[in-house]
């Protein structure tokens, strides 16, 4: 990957977002334990989102380095996949398969994966 395009922190979590080739990759890393992270979260992600529309490029949504995400965590991801499919932009979810908890949390979210592809969840 490139140099950052992006680094964001709140509390214990910490996202960076970096071109790669034929994708731009948002990092996370730490904990998002907020009560309310969508004021966080929403702004960084719509930019993400709004960068790889103009670039023409897949958006990587990078989860294997979390230690911990709350519930509320995920609405903002599933307002972002949701953004990506209306607006036919590529977006991948990643996450760790030896983390359990990220395994059983991001397995429920295979349920927005498009058959073209366009949106993909993968543990790995």
């Not at 932009?89 to 073209?116: G, H, I, P």
Request: proline share 4%; hydrophobic share 45%; aromatic share 8%.
């Amino acid at each position: 990957m490139s140099a950052p395009l992006g680094r964001w922190t709140e509390g214990p979590l910490a996202l960076e977002l970096a071109a790669a080739e034929g994708a731009l990759v948002l990092a996370w890393r730490g904990r998002s334990e907020h009560r309310e992270p969508g004021r966080f979260l929403v702004p960084v992600l719509d930019d993400a989102l709004a960068r790889a529309r103009s670039a023409g490029v897949r958006l990587v949504l990078d989860f294997t380095a979390v230690e911990y995400m709350n519930s509320s965590t995920f609405t903002p991801i599933v307002k972002l996949v949701d953004q990506a499919r209306r607006s036919a932009v590529s977006v991948a979810l990643e996450y760790s398969l030896e983390r359990k908890w990220q395994a059983l949390s991001f397995s429920a979210l295979r349920t927005f994966e498009t058959k073209d592809g366009r949106v993909t969840v993968t543990g790995r």
